[in-house]
């Protein structure tokens, strides 16, 4: 067994929720100048170009790229050959997200209870995903996730007859009810299969892939394709003021499911798509 | 490009059109969903509010923590439909203009119509550019609401583009049919 002290995930979560909210990676900025030469109305290529004057002015100010620094999701693929000393896993998460969201002057957005809705004052708890996998190191994934965009998501229990067709027309149709809200340009994680808790968790997970990687396996990357051309038929483009660039990217993962089932989760990512990971 | 300094008057909303770029100047005030409950709230009971809306323009954002030597941190709109069953009430009682982003209610396009006045876009998550436009932010009232407490604002050189306008343009509405492409 391989020791980890906790101590080292704090100060990772520490350094990684600044990084990831005042640096956007360069897959985001690429596409960002990629639509924009493709991008037929005049509004919608100032509106990249405003994000892209954003991404520099975050990254040589050290200020966050969006007001909304976000729920702090932390995924980590735990080696089941490593052995954490010195606490307990979530709170040192925890105390990175506190010690990261004081230091990088980020917002703190977490209420308590959601009913009650009194601000937790320093952005804990985080959203932990914790995966067993083989090996004796510790991957942390940092994905703040901003709420405007995670209020347009949806999740649908469909019929095994209605197939591919009827993953598109729900993919679709959120993307378009969704319209000027989540901040497009967005890039749309869809989960299918599973179990109903799993297609959200997958439709998650589809975010943390870099703009412009598809599926491995041919038949959903044709279908990521299909579906990006399409919600980028709707119109509604960069900010919502109308142009051809309304999503950089679909990515689909998916999980077998049950005879009866054929669950879709659509997981929306603002364009301030933030994720940094560390392996320790 | 059309330059506009708030408060606004009536001749100011009235020119603007749905898809008209702007850079605004002048005062704008910070509220979201916590303090417009609030404000409705006194309004109900007839007590004065912590500021005069007549002109005024309310720009919905909670932003981050000023970092040294700057007065205000990261400040884009957020999502504004969370405002909708608030804004009508405000708009009544001379609220001039809004900027947030995303669709409005059509309770809200009609009290624009009605009392004249304007919704503004701003591009959502060019918080750290925005922020540049941002000379001098003050706490008018309810600290207690941390980034969702109400500041008085004095911008320069804003950038915002008018979305819903006094007439009933809609340029979500005109900017999507313009460009989709649905079979």
Known sequence: MREVHVERITEAVRRLSVEANTRLGDDVVAAFERFREGEQSPTGRDVLAQLLENARIARDEGLPLCQDTGFAVVFVDLGQDVRLVGGDLYEAVNEGVRQGYREGYLRKSIVADPLRRKNTGDNTPAVVHVRLVPGDRVRITFAPKGGGSENMSGIAMLKPADGAEGVKRFVVDRVRQAGPNPCPPTIVGVGIGGTFEIAALLAKRALLRPVGDRNPDPFYADLEEELLAEVNRLGIGPAGLGGTTTSLDVHIEVHPCHIASLPVAVNIQCHSARHKEVEL | ?183
């Open chain 2, 1 to 183: 490009m059309i330059r506009l300094t708030a408060p606004l008057t009536d001749a100011d909303v009235e020119r603007l059109r749905a898809g008209d770029r702007v850079l605004l100047s002048g005062f704008v005030y910070t509220a979201r969903d916590a303090a417009h409950a609030r404000l409705v709230e006194l309004i109900e009971k007839g007590e004065p509010l912590p500021f005069d809306l007549s002109g005024q323009i309310i720009y919905f954002v909670g932003p981050t923590p000023a970092p040294p030597g700057r007065p205000i941190g990261s400040a884009g709109p957020t999502t504004s439909y969370r405002m909708d069953p608030y804004s009508p009430v405000l708009v009544a009682h001379g609220l001039k203009g809004m900027i947030g982003k995303g669709k409005r209610s059509d309770e809200v396009k009609e009290a624009l119509r009605r009392h004249k006045a304007v919704y503004f876009g701003a591009v959502g998550g060019a918080a750290a550019l925005i922020s540049k436009r941002i000379l001098s932010a003050e706490i008018v009232a309810y600290e207690d609401l941390g980034p969702e407490a109400i500041r008085r604002l004095e911008v320069k050189d804003f950038p915002a583009v008018v979305v819903n306008d006094a007439h009933g343009g809609d340029l979500y509405e005109e900017g999507r049919k313009r460009y989709a492409r649905e079979g």
